[in-house]
Protein backbone atom coordinates (compact mmCIF):
# COMPACT_ATOMS: atom_id res chain seq x y z
CA UNK A 1 0.00 0.00 0.00
CA UNK A 2 3.23 2.51 0.84
CA UNK A 3 4.33 1.42 -2.68
CA UNK A 4 0.69 2.16 -4.25
CA UNK A 5 0.34 5.77 -2.04
CA UNK A 6 3.93 6.97 -3.79
CA UNK A 7 2.75 6.20 -7.22
CA UNK A 8 -0.46 8.29 -6.35
CA UNK A 9 1.60 10.98 -5.49
CA UNK A 10 4.58 12.27 -6.68
CA UNK A 11 5.25 8.94 -8.59
CA UNK A 12 2.26 10.00 -10.64
CA UNK A 13 4.83 12.25 -12.69
CA UNK A 14 7.19 8.76 -13.35
CA UNK A 15 4.16 7.22 -14.50
CA UNK A 16 2.92 9.75 -17.21
CA UNK A 17 6.64 10.38 -18.24
CA UNK A 18 6.36 5.92 -18.40
CA UNK A 19 2.88 6.33 -19.95
CA UNK A 20 3.77 8.68 -22.80
CA UNK A 21 6.88 6.82 -23.38
CA UNK A 22 4.61 3.27 -24.56
CA UNK A 23 2.43 4.78 -26.58
CA UNK A 24 5.60 6.24 -28.38
CA UNK A 25 7.30 3.01 -28.45
CA UNK A 26 4.43 1.62 -29.83
CA UNK A 27 3.56 3.56 -32.63
CA UNK A 28 7.40 3.12 -33.84
CA UNK A 29 7.17 -0.16 -33.56
CA UNK A 30 3.95 -0.53 -35.67
CA UNK A 31 5.33 1.77 -37.72
CA UNK A 32 8.19 -0.32 -38.18
CA UNK A 33 5.79 -3.40 -38.84
CA UNK A 34 3.59 -1.27 -41.33
CA UNK A 35 1.09 -0.92 -38.47
CA UNK A 36 -2.23 -3.16 -37.45
CA UNK A 37 -3.07 -5.67 -38.09
CA UNK A 38 0.40 -7.01 -36.81
CA UNK A 39 -0.10 -8.62 -32.81
CA UNK A 40 2.34 -6.25 -31.79
CA UNK A 41 -0.91 -3.43 -31.59
CA UNK A 42 -1.51 -5.37 -28.54
CA UNK A 43 1.18 -3.52 -26.79
CA UNK A 44 -0.93 -0.77 -26.26
CA UNK A 45 -2.82 -2.58 -23.35
CA UNK A 46 0.27 -1.45 -21.12
CA UNK A 47 0.35 1.89 -21.33
CA UNK A 48 -3.51 2.17 -21.09
CA UNK A 49 -3.76 -0.39 -18.23
CA UNK A 50 -1.00 1.90 -16.19
CA UNK A 51 -2.67 4.87 -17.44
CA UNK A 52 -6.26 3.69 -15.70
CA UNK A 53 -4.27 2.10 -12.26
CA UNK A 54 -2.50 5.23 -11.68
CA UNK A 55 -4.73 8.31 -13.44
CA UNK A 56 -8.28 6.42 -12.95
CA UNK A 57 -11.15 6.50 -15.54
CA UNK A 58 -10.08 9.96 -16.99
CA UNK A 59 -6.51 8.84 -17.65
CA UNK A 60 -7.54 5.51 -18.93
CA UNK A 61 -10.35 6.93 -21.59
CA UNK A 62 -7.90 9.52 -22.82
CA UNK A 63 -4.69 7.13 -22.99
CA UNK A 64 -7.02 4.66 -24.95
CA UNK A 65 -8.05 7.65 -27.20
CA UNK A 66 -4.35 8.19 -27.67
CA UNK A 67 -3.79 4.45 -28.24
CA UNK A 68 -6.41 4.65 -30.67
CA UNK A 69 -4.45 7.89 -32.61
CA UNK A 70 -1.32 5.95 -32.46
CA UNK A 71 -2.74 2.55 -33.85
CA UNK A 72 -4.74 4.34 -37.23
CA UNK A 73 -3.73 7.32 -37.97
CA UNK A 74 -0.32 8.12 -36.95
CA UNK A 75 0.45 4.84 -39.23
CA UNK A 76 0.26 5.48 -43.10
CA UNK A 77 1.08 1.76 -44.18
CA UNK A 78 -1.93 0.61 -41.62
CA UNK A 79 -3.81 -1.95 -43.83
CA UNK A 80 -7.04 -1.46 -41.69
CA UNK A 81 -10.00 -0.28 -42.50
CA UNK A 82 -11.85 2.72 -40.77
CA UNK A 83 -14.70 0.44 -39.20
CA UNK A 84 -11.88 -1.83 -37.65
CA UNK A 85 -10.31 1.47 -36.72
CA UNK A 86 -13.11 2.00 -34.85
CA UNK A 87 -13.87 -0.79 -33.14
CA UNK A 88 -10.10 -1.17 -32.06
CA UNK A 89 -10.20 2.65 -30.42
CA UNK A 90 -13.46 1.75 -28.88
CA UNK A 91 -12.16 -1.12 -27.06
CA UNK A 92 -8.90 0.86 -26.13
CA UNK A 93 -11.24 3.79 -24.78
CA UNK A 94 -13.54 1.31 -22.89
CA UNK A 95 -10.51 -0.88 -21.60
CA UNK A 96 -9.29 2.39 -19.55
CA UNK A 97 -12.12 3.74 -18.75
CA UNK A 98 -13.54 0.27 -17.13
CA UNK A 99 -10.16 -0.49 -15.34
CA UNK A 100 -10.01 3.07 -14.32
CA UNK A 101 -13.42 2.79 -12.60
CA UNK A 102 -12.67 -0.45 -10.54
CA UNK A 103 -9.58 1.35 -9.63
CA UNK A 104 -11.05 3.73 -8.14
CA UNK A 105 -13.50 1.63 -6.94
CA UNK A 106 -10.84 -0.62 -5.56
CA UNK A 107 -9.12 2.16 -3.84
CA UNK A 108 -12.38 3.62 -2.24
CA UNK A 109 -12.86 0.20 -0.61
CA UNK A 110 -8.91 0.22 0.75
CA UNK A 111 -9.44 3.62 2.82
CA UNK A 112 -12.95 2.65 4.12
CA UNK A 113 -10.85 -0.64 5.31
CA UNK A 114 -7.90 1.71 6.51
CA UNK A 115 -10.10 3.88 8.56
CA UNK A 116 -12.23 0.76 9.94
CA UNK A 117 -8.99 -0.45 11.37
CA UNK A 118 -7.49 2.72 12.73
CA UNK A 119 -11.00 3.05 14.70
CA UNK A 120 -11.19 -0.51 16.04
CA UNK A 121 -7.03 0.13 16.88
CA UNK A 122 -8.36 3.21 18.92
CA UNK A 123 -11.01 1.50 20.27
CA UNK A 124 -8.50 -1.17 21.50
CA UNK A 125 -5.87 1.09 22.95
CA UNK A 126 -8.35 3.58 24.69
CA UNK A 127 -9.81 0.35 26.50
CA UNK A 128 -6.02 -0.60 27.46
CA UNK A 129 -5.68 2.58 28.61
CA UNK A 130 -8.60 2.82 30.74
CA UNK A 131 -7.68 -0.85 32.26
CA UNK A 132 -4.17 0.74 32.95
CA UNK A 133 -5.45 3.86 34.67
CA UNK A 134 -7.98 1.40 36.68
CA UNK A 135 -5.02 -0.54 38.02
CA UNK A 136 -2.91 2.49 38.75
CA UNK A 137 -6.29 3.78 40.96
CA UNK A 138 -7.14 0.73 42.19
CA UNK A 139 -3.62 -0.48 43.63
CA UNK A 140 -2.54 2.99 44.76
CA UNK A 141 0.39 2.37 47.19
CA UNK A 142 2.43 1.04 44.15
CA UNK A 143 1.96 4.36 42.57
CA UNK A 144 3.73 4.18 39.16
CA UNK A 145 4.59 0.78 39.53
CA UNK A 146 3.14 -0.46 36.26
CA UNK A 147 4.15 2.38 34.30
CA UNK A 148 7.47 1.75 35.09
CA UNK A 149 7.66 -2.17 34.84
CA UNK A 150 6.24 -1.17 31.26
CA UNK A 151 9.02 1.40 30.21
CA UNK A 152 11.37 -1.00 31.43
CA UNK A 153 9.95 -4.19 29.72
CA UNK A 154 9.97 -1.92 26.48
CA UNK A 155 13.95 -1.48 27.36
CA UNK A 156 14.84 -5.25 27.71
CA UNK A 157 12.96 -6.00 24.10
CA UNK A 158 14.85 -3.33 22.49
CA UNK A 159 18.21 -4.72 23.97
CA UNK A 160 16.91 -7.99 22.83
CA UNK A 161 15.76 -6.57 19.00
CA UNK A 162 12.13 -8.00 19.42
CA UNK A 163 9.87 -7.60 16.40
CA UNK A 164 7.84 -4.34 16.51
CA UNK A 165 4.48 -6.92 17.39
CA UNK A 166 6.68 -8.31 20.59
CA UNK A 167 7.79 -5.01 21.49
CA UNK A 168 4.39 -3.84 21.69
CA UNK A 169 3.22 -6.59 23.36
CA UNK A 170 5.85 -6.05 25.96
CA UNK A 171 4.90 -2.94 26.72
CA UNK A 172 1.30 -3.79 27.37
CA UNK A 173 1.63 -6.75 29.26
CA UNK A 174 3.95 -4.71 31.46
CA UNK A 175 1.47 -2.00 31.77
CA UNK A 176 -1.28 -4.57 32.47
CA UNK A 177 0.65 -7.35 33.96
CA UNK A 178 -1.84 -6.62 37.31
CA UNK A 179 -4.88 -6.10 35.69
CA UNK A 180 -6.30 -9.08 37.70
CA UNK A 181 -5.81 -7.33 40.68
CA UNK A 182 -8.96 -5.16 40.52
CA UNK A 183 -10.70 -8.20 41.14
CA UNK A 184 -9.12 -8.95 44.41
CA UNK A 185 -10.61 -7.70 47.87
CA UNK A 186 -9.03 -4.22 48.73
CA UNK A 187 -8.20 -5.90 51.93
CA UNK A 188 -5.98 -8.27 50.36
CA UNK A 189 -4.16 -6.05 48.52
CA UNK A 190 -3.27 -3.40 51.14
CA UNK A 191 -2.92 -5.70 53.71
CA UNK A 192 0.47 -4.76 55.40
CA UNK A 193 1.79 -8.29 57.04
CA UNK A 194 2.28 -11.71 55.01
CA UNK A 195 -0.96 -13.03 53.55
CA UNK A 196 -2.25 -16.81 54.63
CA UNK A 197 -3.10 -19.34 52.77
CA UNK A 198 -6.67 -18.32 51.97
CA UNK A 199 -5.73 -14.88 50.75
CA UNK A 200 -2.62 -16.08 48.98
CA UNK A 201 -4.70 -18.26 46.69
CA UNK A 202 -6.61 -15.54 46.07
CA UNK A 203 -4.14 -13.31 45.08
CA UNK A 204 -2.88 -15.35 43.19
CA UNK A 205 -5.91 -15.75 40.78
CA UNK A 206 -5.04 -12.45 39.31
CA UNK A 207 -2.44 -13.58 36.26
CA UNK A 208 -5.90 -15.48 35.27
CA UNK A 209 -8.26 -13.41 35.81
CA UNK A 210 -6.34 -10.58 34.33
CA UNK A 211 -5.55 -12.47 31.12
CA UNK A 212 -8.81 -13.19 30.91
CA UNK A 213 -10.16 -9.93 30.77
CA UNK A 214 -8.04 -8.78 27.94
CA UNK A 215 -9.28 -11.77 26.09
CA UNK A 216 -12.52 -10.87 26.65
CA UNK A 217 -12.07 -7.61 25.26
CA UNK A 218 -10.66 -9.12 21.95
CA UNK A 219 -8.75 -12.36 20.91
CA UNK A 220 -6.55 -9.99 19.07
CA UNK A 221 -4.41 -9.73 21.95
CA UNK A 222 -3.70 -12.76 22.88
CA UNK A 223 0.27 -12.37 22.95
CA UNK A 224 -0.39 -9.62 26.14
CA UNK A 225 -2.68 -11.98 27.47
CA UNK A 226 -0.43 -14.97 27.56
CA UNK A 227 2.46 -12.43 28.90
CA UNK A 228 0.08 -11.51 31.78
CA UNK A 229 -0.55 -15.10 32.44
CA UNK A 230 2.67 -15.80 32.66
CA UNK A 231 4.00 -12.93 34.59
CA UNK A 232 4.22 -14.98 37.98
CA UNK A 233 5.54 -17.96 36.41
CA UNK A 234 9.64 -19.27 37.12
CA UNK A 235 12.25 -20.74 35.27
CA UNK A 236 12.14 -24.12 37.05
CA UNK A 237 8.44 -24.58 37.01
CA UNK A 238 7.65 -23.11 40.76
CA UNK A 239 5.37 -20.45 39.64
CA UNK A 240 2.22 -20.30 38.56
CA UNK A 241 -0.74 -20.67 37.39
CA UNK A 242 0.32 -23.08 34.89
CA UNK A 243 3.61 -24.24 36.29
CA UNK A 244 5.57 -23.52 32.95
CA UNK A 245 8.91 -24.18 32.89
CA UNK A 246 11.99 -22.41 30.96
CA UNK A 247 11.31 -21.59 26.90
CA UNK A 248 8.13 -23.03 27.26
CA UNK A 249 7.23 -19.51 29.56
CA UNK A 250 5.94 -16.61 27.25
CA UNK A 251 9.13 -14.18 26.87
CA UNK A 252 7.17 -11.43 27.22
CA UNK A 253 6.00 -13.18 30.63
CA UNK A 254 9.36 -13.54 31.66
CA UNK A 255 10.75 -10.12 30.74
CA UNK A 256 7.39 -8.94 32.52
CA UNK A 257 8.27 -11.03 35.64
CA UNK A 258 11.92 -10.12 35.89
CA UNK A 259 11.32 -6.45 35.33
CA UNK A 260 8.01 -6.42 38.08
CA UNK A 261 10.23 -7.99 40.95
CA UNK A 262 13.38 -5.40 40.63
CA UNK A 263 10.77 -2.80 39.89
CA UNK A 264 8.77 -4.18 43.56
CA UNK A 265 11.78 -4.52 45.34
CA UNK A 266 13.00 -0.76 44.96
CA UNK A 267 9.62 0.45 45.79
CA UNK A 268 7.81 0.86 49.68
CA UNK A 269 5.27 -1.27 49.59
CA UNK A 270 2.47 -1.66 52.48
CA UNK A 271 4.43 -4.74 53.81
CA UNK A 272 7.80 -3.73 53.57
CA UNK A 273 10.22 -0.89 53.04
CA UNK A 274 12.48 -0.09 49.71
CA UNK A 275 15.63 -2.03 49.02
CA UNK A 276 19.04 -0.56 47.73
CA UNK A 277 19.05 -1.33 43.93
CA UNK A 278 22.61 -2.75 44.68
CA UNK A 279 20.53 -5.48 47.18
CA UNK A 280 18.07 -5.72 44.27
CA UNK A 281 20.16 -6.63 41.88
CA UNK A 282 22.28 -9.41 44.26
CA UNK A 283 18.84 -10.78 44.78
CA UNK A 284 18.17 -11.37 41.31
CA UNK A 285 21.59 -12.84 40.95
CA UNK A 286 20.56 -15.20 43.04
CA UNK A 287 17.40 -16.35 41.77
CA UNK A 288 18.96 -16.34 38.38
CA UNK A 289 18.48 -19.93 37.00
CA UNK A 290 15.66 -21.13 39.27
CA UNK A 291 12.81 -17.92 39.12
CA UNK A 292 13.99 -15.69 36.27
CA UNK A 293 15.44 -16.69 33.09
CA UNK A 294 19.13 -16.42 33.72
CA UNK A 295 20.00 -14.37 30.29
CA UNK A 296 17.26 -11.64 31.26
CA UNK A 297 18.65 -11.31 34.96
CA UNK A 298 22.08 -10.59 33.09
CA UNK A 299 20.39 -7.69 30.59
CA UNK A 300 18.93 -5.91 33.39
CA UNK A 301 21.83 -5.86 35.65
CA UNK A 302 23.70 -4.39 32.22
CA UNK A 303 21.09 -2.14 30.90
CA UNK A 304 20.93 -0.78 34.87
CA UNK A 305 24.59 0.12 34.38
CA UNK A 306 23.79 2.01 31.52
CA UNK A 307 21.50 4.19 33.30
CA UNK A 308 18.14 2.60 30.78
CA UNK A 309 16.57 1.77 33.70
CA UNK A 310 13.74 3.32 35.28
CA UNK A 311 13.23 3.55 38.92
CA UNK A 312 11.70 4.98 41.85
CA UNK A 313 14.57 6.31 43.54
CA UNK A 314 14.88 8.48 41.06
CA UNK A 315 12.65 10.82 42.43
CA UNK A 316 14.84 12.47 44.26
CA UNK A 317 17.77 12.47 42.09
CA UNK A 318 18.68 15.39 39.75
CA UNK A 319 16.37 16.39 36.52
CA UNK A 320 16.31 13.60 34.32
CA UNK A 321 19.31 13.44 30.99
CA UNK A 322 16.37 12.82 28.42
CA UNK A 323 12.61 12.71 28.43
CA UNK A 324 11.40 9.43 28.03
CA UNK A 325 9.50 9.41 24.70
CA UNK A 326 13.76 10.40 23.38
CA UNK A 327 15.03 7.19 24.76
CA UNK A 328 11.55 4.82 23.96
CA UNK A 329 9.82 4.60 20.53
CA UNK A 330 6.72 5.07 22.25
CA UNK A 331 3.92 5.01 20.17
CA UNK A 332 0.64 7.40 20.24
CA UNK A 333 -1.33 5.72 22.33
CA UNK A 334 1.75 4.43 24.89
CA UNK A 335 3.18 8.48 24.94
CA UNK A 336 -0.52 9.26 25.62
CA UNK A 337 -0.95 6.81 28.58
CA UNK A 338 2.96 7.91 30.08
CA UNK A 339 1.49 11.35 29.96
CA UNK A 340 -1.26 10.51 31.74
CA UNK A 341 0.31 7.90 34.38
CA UNK A 342 3.72 10.46 34.66
CA UNK A 343 1.31 13.25 35.53
CA UNK A 344 -0.41 11.40 38.49
CA UNK A 345 2.08 9.36 39.49
CA UNK A 346 5.53 11.51 39.58
CA UNK A 347 7.77 9.51 37.94
CA UNK A 348 10.75 9.91 36.18
CA UNK A 349 13.33 8.44 34.34
CA UNK A 350 15.87 6.78 36.19
CA UNK A 351 19.26 7.91 36.76
CA UNK A 352 20.26 4.42 37.86
CA UNK A 353 23.88 4.81 35.99
CA UNK A 354 24.83 6.16 39.44
CA UNK A 355 26.83 3.09 41.38
FE1 LIG B 1 1.34 -9.82 39.54
FE1 LIG C 1 3.58 -5.98 39.66
Redesign the pocket.
Known sequence: MDAWRRLQGPGRIWAGLVVGALLVGSAFLMYAMEGPPTPWVHLLYVPIILAAVVFKTTGGVVVGLLAGLVAGVWIPGSTQSATDWVVLSSFFVFIGGFLGATQELLERRFRQNEDLIKKVATIHARTLSTFASTVELRDEPTGGHSSRVAHNARVMGLALDLEPDDLRAVYWAGLL??LGKIGIPERILQKPGRLNDEETKNMRR??DMGADLLLSVSPELRQIAEGIRA??ERWDGSGYPRGLAGEHISRVGRIVSVV?VFEALTCKRPYRDPQPVQEVLAFLRDKSGWWFDPTLVQLLEDLYWKGQIYTVDALHAPPPVEEPAAVLPVGEAEEAILRNLAGTTDYQLGSSGRP
Open positions: HDHSHHD
